[in-house]
């Protein structure tokens, strides 16, 4: 072995030893800002505000992180800018929850490819279902199909699940249309409750703040996309094989779950830590009973790396007639 070969080898171990510690040390006595793509006090805010509070205390230096709100357009104004950020570690998003999907159909609003990206983590899938008042003569999904006239579904807009979720269901047959333009799940939940309106789709854990029209059974669910309630159907499976993969598209912002994303490029050291710190933090007993205190939705959180795939998985098998059906959705 000749004596430049040994200094080589030398310098590369010493490379080696030095990477793992300028990556610890690179958030010593720095801030990291965390864009969320919509108005303080909602859902998607809450959730990003605990992981502001709670994540730093399990990145190597605990920086600080300020929270900035950036809403619009679903949260695809927060993740464009995001995607243009320096990739340095030290600006994340939570910009919402089906914001990506924008960019996976290829829609010009979206100024970023979902694959590229930096994910950090995930709070996880959830449980949606749809909800229906007894008392509206549908307790169940064969009672649904029975109807004579479509039923209604309030919901938030064109692109929030509870809209596009059942103009999936419309589009194979079953009779339902949805009134949008309520600003707030919550005041779906309300209209429900007084009557307005018979139904929504929405997640499980959405009811959080609101347990009582179920424990009262003022709803009932009588469809679900996940298989948490014993003898009630799958979305999935009462819609045709062939818009299994729309499906796939439709129902990506529960199975992602709320997304802790970075731009592309941000150094493999530094993800691995920022990733690392998220998995903690989903276990940290502190970070949960906040989470409970605040009724934030909690499904079970990705790693960073099982989004990165998932979400490169996504992106290639939406075709552009998938885009296309998703697209008419909306209308």
């Keep these: 072995m000749t004596t430049l070969y040994r200094i080589g080898l030398l310098l590369t171990a010493c490379i080696m030893a030095a990477a793992p510690a300028a990556a610890d ?3 010593q006595g720095k ?10 006090g909602g859902g998607i805010d809450t959730a990003g505000r605990l992981i502001a509070k709670h994540l730093g205390r399990f990145i190597p ?5 300020t929270v900035q709100n950036m809403e619009g357009a679903g949260g695809v104004v927060a993740a464009n800018f995001v995607n243009r950020a320096a990739p340095d570690g030290l600006t994340l998003g939570i910009p ?5 999907i924008v960019g996976a159909v290829k829609n010009p ?12 983590g995930s709070s996880g899938v959830m449980n949606s279902a749809l909800w229906m008042r007894p008392d509206s003569g549908i307790a169940s999904f064969a009672q649904l199909l029975a109807a004579k006239e479509k039923v209604v579904l309030g919901a938030l807009n064109a692109t929030s699940q509870d809209s596009m979720a059942p103009a999936l269901l419309a589009r194979n047959g079953v009779p339902v249309r949805v009134i949008r333009g309520y600003n707030s799940s919550a005041k779906v939940l309300l209209a429900i409750e007084q009557g307005e309106v018979p139904g929504i789709f929405h997640i499980v854990d959405g009811f959080a703040k609101r347990p009582d029209l179920i424990e009262n059974k003022v709803v009932v669910p009588i469809l679900q996309t ?12 009462v819609i045709r094989v062939s818009d299994r993969p729309l499906a796939n598209l439709v129902l990506a912002g529960e199975e992602f779950g709320v997304l802790l994303a970075g731009p592309p490029g941000i150094p493999a050291d530094r993800g691995a830590l920022l990733r690392q710190a998220f998995t903690t933090m989903s276990d940290d007993k502190d970070y949960q009973a906040d989470l409970a205190r605040m009724d934030v939705p909690r499904g079970t959180p990705l790693a960073g790396d099982t989004i990165a795939s998932m979400m490169r998985t996504l992106v290639e098998t939406t075709t552009a007639d998938i885009a296309a059906a998703y697209e008419r959705l909306k209308e």
Excluded: C, E, H
């Excluded at 919402?96 to 990506?100: K, L, P």
């Design 31 to 40: 801030r990291i800002t965390l864009v969320v793509g919509f108005n303080p």
């Design 226 to 237: 996940q298989p948490m309630f014993p003898g009630l159907p799958l979305l999935r499976d």
């Design 109 to 120: 609003a979206a100024k970023f490819d979902p694959a590229t990206m930096t994910y950090v």
């Design 25 to 27: 040390d690179f958030y």
């Design 96 to 100: 919402g929850r089906s914001w990506f």
């Design 61 to 65: 230096g605990n920086p600080g992180i």
